[in-house]
């Protein structure tokens, strides 16, 4: 059994909270959030998350494609990326599970589930 917490981001929502320009190509923005996620997995978020790391980003619409990384495991959405990240939640009852968004129906979902949520200011910025 993986004993690693695992940081699921609900990448849709956190891109869309930094005003960069992400809405010209949603794939690269998705993609620079990836990057920017993969030294979580080795080195944590101190003091809140202790490494090693289960990184995932959950990738919607025109960001799917998005590949992962050995750091970062992307999961496209079939639908809903809110329901994507909850059945991830569900799936992992025994971890430390925390969820990047700002999402309030999201958030309610999760936290009945027993995970903890951080709005996207809690990420690095990358």
């Not at 809405?23 to 030294?39: C, G």
């Not at 080795?42 to 990184?55: D, F, I, N």
């Not at 903890?116 to 809690?122: K, L």
Request: charged share 25%; aromatic share 2%; no cysteine.
């Amino acid at each position: 059994m993986d004993t690693r917490p695992l940081l699921i981001v609900d990448g849709a929502n956190v891109v869309g909270s930094r005003p960069d320009g992400w809405w010209r190509d949603r794939a690269a923005a998705a993609a620079r959030l990836r990057d920017a996620l993969a030294p979580l997995a080795t080195r944590g978020l101190p003091p809140e998350l202790s490494p090693p790391v289960e990184v995932v980003l959950v990738v919607e619409g025109a960001a799917r494609e998005v590949g992962g990384t050995a750091e970062v495991r992307t999961v496209p959405a079939p639908g809903s990326g809110d329901d994507t990240i909850v059945d991830l939640v569900s799936d992992a009852p025994r971890r430390r599970r925390l969820v990047v968004t700002a999402d309030r129906g999201l958030r309610a979902r999760v936290t009945a589930l027993g995970a903890e949520v951080h709005g996207p200011r809690w990420l690095p910025r990358p």
